[in-house]
């Protein structure tokens, strides 16, 4: 089992309704390759935190770079995980009208993501461009 955190930026201004339907394709194809996590989308960029057995996050690697609704995917943690942080998410929005950063931080404290994960996604909810730029540059 393994743990991925990448952030990618979005190729235009993506409406909101098709981060709607990310999240509606993904929640109805992660259950087949057993993948769990979460999305965020800030600022005009994701951070999408994706667990399961290492083939499948390959795969579904492969098939994220391929997809033209963003770009510059870089991957900030990629480490083996014993277990999974979010069993029942098969892929859940975090950060949409209600949550904000602190909100966000507040539920993932909870889960366990470990100090590299929670610091990423703090950075991110603060300055999403300087956290995806780091690693693509
Ligand atoms: C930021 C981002 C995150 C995505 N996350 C997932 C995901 O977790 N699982 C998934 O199956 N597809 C995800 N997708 C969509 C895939 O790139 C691809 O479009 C989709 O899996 C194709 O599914 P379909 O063949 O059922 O249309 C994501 C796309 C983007 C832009």
New binding site residues.
Partial sequence: MERIVYT?RARTDLASDEVFR?IE??A???PA?D?T?F?IFNQNR?L?L?EGERQALDE?LG??K??P??CDLAIHVREPAIKRCFPNWR?RRLGSASEGGAEILHILAERDIGPQCMQLVGEFLTYSEVVSQKRSA
Avoid: A, E, K, P
């Fill in positions: 990618s990310i394709t993904s109805r194809n992660n390759r993948v996590g999305l994701f999408q994706v579904l098939v994220l391929r997809d609704r963003h892929m």
